[in-house]
């Protein structure tokens, strides 16, 4: 038998554990990164539910997971870059480069891409970060700049999403965008908006931990729908800001959320949903009227994976306030339920160290 490491292993619908398995041989054009941190996102809560987020909202729609799954694809460790050894974060994906989607610069839609972590909609499982060795791409490697943690690297991965959309929504200069869903990916892209020249970047959630953070990043004004009817928030909206919503983007997934987006948004403005669109959404005449958009995105453009990495480096988007538990691997079942139960534990980033 060959050597052997520590990997969270997910094996069905709430079937998750951490257990010794073979270390990957890397394929051609890859190399064994040391895994030093990666995140628990919002989609490996959904695979550990029994989802396949990344078929359903990459290819609209549903596709089984295979078995054995190893999570994990907000991944910092240490890679070999010009012949040396450094802290790197690697970006998780790679398109086929030779369908439609590739040869138009869509390489986030390719429906034969590689993911790591995410082991379904394509040949081969593609072992994900939370072990202590991933196989990675040697090309998908950025070395940190001294400004940025292994822990803060982690969330490149969100914040290249968070760039992507804002890109697909034309966020202009002095807008006003509203983020639905305060998780690490609403916060950083309510940065990210006002890195980008917007006026006003309000947050709205439910539970107040993230909406402490957002106040804590300057971010506002902020919104607890559990406190606040929607009329409330749309007129106090209205007032406060004196100006039409320009974007709005949904992190939830949410029917009622997606629901309260369109009544926010304002004429030629874009409503963004980001976890996909929500079952039984309806849409009347007056939600498109005045050229009212309403759309989707998927990962990232390569590009923005850098673009996220420089306003990471550049302390435009701060994200260790957003840093609320850190795990050893081996507490990997106690980690996910922390960031699963979220309001309750109060989680909003949760770390593995492998």
Same mark, same amino acid.
Not at 288 to 312: I, K, M, P, W
């Given at each position: 038998? +060959? ?7 997910l094996?069905?619908p709430?079937?998750?554990?951490v257990?010794?398995v073979p270390?990957?041989?890397? =394929?051609?054009?890859?190399? /064994?990164v ?8 919002? $989609?490996d ?5 029994g989802e ?8 609209? #729609? ?15 460790? #240490?890679g070999?870059?010009? +012949?040396?050894?450094v ?5 998780? !994906?790679?398109g086929?480069g030779?369908?439609?989607d590739c ?12 993911? *790591?972590g995410?082991?379904?909609?394509w ?5 994900? +970060?939370?072990?202590e060795?991933?196989?990675v791409?040697?090309?998908?490697? #950025? ?19 968070a760039v ?6 034309r ?6 965008v509203v983020?639905? +869903?305060?998780?690490p990916?609403? %916060?950083?892209l ?5 890195a ?5 970047? $309000?947050?709205?959630?439910?539970y107040?931990?993230?909406? *402490?953070? =957002?106040?804590?990043l ?5 919104y607890?729908?559990?406190?606040v009817?929607e ?10 800001l ?6 709005? !983007?949904?992190?939830?997934g949410?029917? $009622?959320?997606q =629901?309260?987006g369109?009544r /926010? %948004?304002?004429a030629g403005?874009?409503?963004?949903l980001?976890a996909?669109v ?8 007056r939600?498109?009227?005045g ?6 995105c998927?990962?990232?453009? #390569?590009?923005d !994976?850098g673009?996220?990495l420089q ?6 988007v701060v994200v260790?306030p957003m840093?609320?538990?850190r !795990?050893p ?15 309750q534990?109060g =989680?909003?980033?949760?770390?593995l160290h492998p």
């Amino acid at each position: 038998m +060959g050597p052997t490491m520590r990997a969270v292993v997910l094996h069905g619908p709430g079937r998750l554990q951490v257990e010794s398995v073979p270390v990957p041989t890397p =394929a051609p054009g890859q190399e /064994l990164v040391r895994v030093a941190a990666c995140g628990i996102c919002g $989609s490996d809560l959904r695979y550990l539910a029994g989802e396949n987020p990344w078929a359903k909202h990459t290819l609209g #729609y549903d596709k089984p997971n295979p078995p054995g799954m190893i999570l994990g694809h907000e991944v910092a460790g #240490y890679g070999e870059v010009g +012949g040396e050894t450094v802290p790197v974060v690697c970006l998780a !994906f790679r398109g086929c480069g030779s369908c439609p989607d590739c040869w138009r610069g869509d390489e986030q839609l390719c429906a034969h891409t590689a993911h *790591l972590g995410h082991g379904a909609g394509w040949e081969g499982q593609n072992p994900g +970060g939370m072990a202590e060795w991933v196989p990675v791409w040697k090309t998908n490697l #950025y070395p940190l700049p001294p400004e940025v943690t292994l822990d803060q690297a982690t969330f490149v991965d969100g914040l290249g999403v968070a760039v992507h959309a804002l890109r697909r929504a034309r966020v202009c200069p002095g807008g006003t965008v509203v983020v639905l +869903g305060g998780g690490p990916i609403g %916060l950083m892209l309510a940065q990210t908006a006002r890195a980008l020249g917007a006026g006003r970047a $309000s947050v709205v959630d439910v539970y107040e931990t993230p909406l *402490l953070c =957002a106040r804590e990043l300057g971010l506002g004004p902020t919104y607890n729908l559990s406190q606040v009817t929607e009329s409330e928030l749309l007129t106090d909206l209205m007032e406060r800001l004196r100006s039409d919503v320009r974007a709005v !983007f949904d992190t939830t997934g949410d029917p $009622s959320a997606q =629901a309260l987006g369109l009544r /926010l %948004l304002g004429a030629g403005g874009t409503l963004m949903l980001l976890a996909g669109v929500a079952e039984g959404l309806r849409l009347t005449t007056r939600d498109l009227a005045g050229e009212r958009t309403v759309t989707t995105c998927s990962n990232n453009h #390569y590009a923005d !994976f850098g673009t996220a990495l420089q306003l990471l480096a550049s302390g435009q988007v701060v994200v260790e306030p957003m840093i609320t538990h850190r !795990f050893p691997l081996e507490r990997a079942v106690e980690a996910f339920e922390v960031a699963r139960d979220k309001v309750q534990t109060g =989680a909003l980033k949760v770390i593995l160290h492998p």
